[in-house]
């Protein structure tokens, strides 16, 4: 069992940045796969990046990719969204997860994670 907790949104106007951050709790934290989802008002949640257990691989989504980096510090127990060239698109509340199970480097399926954290609300104005 593990517990997320994001941290870091807020409102920002287009062309800005943010970091998002994600702590753990528990001692295993660099066994988890780690991942960001977001989810827009009127939309379904959707992927936006994933990293291994120990930072050598991400994937990100097309429509952050050049914009977004994830990051993570296993000593803290902490995975981290750099968000930059933020657009009004990018509004949504953007959640960590963990798959409870995987043998995969990384993972982009949500369907595959376990544990979520609360969220946390990013705000572009144009």
């Known amino acids: 069992q593990v517990q997320l907790v994001e941290s870091g949104g807020g409102p920002v106007q287009a062309g800005g940045s943010l970091r998002l951050s994600c702590t753990a709790s528990?001692?295993?934290?660099?066994?988890?796969?780690m991942g960001w989802f977001r989810q827009a008002p009127g939309k379904e949640r959707e992927f936006v990046s994933t990293i291994s257990r120990f930072g050598a691989s991400t994937v990100y989504a097309d429509s952050v990719k050049g914009r977004f980096t994830i990051s993570r510090d296993n000593a803290k127990n902490t995975v981290y969204l750099q968000m930059n060239s933020l657009k009004p698109e990018d509004t949504a509340a953007y959640y960590c997860a963990a798959p409870r199970i995987t043998t995969a480097q990384t993972v982009e399926d949500m369907g595959a994670y376990n544990y979520w954290g609360q969220g946390t609300q990013v705000t572009v104005s144009s």
């Open positions: 528990g001692r295993t934290f660099s066994s988890y796969v």
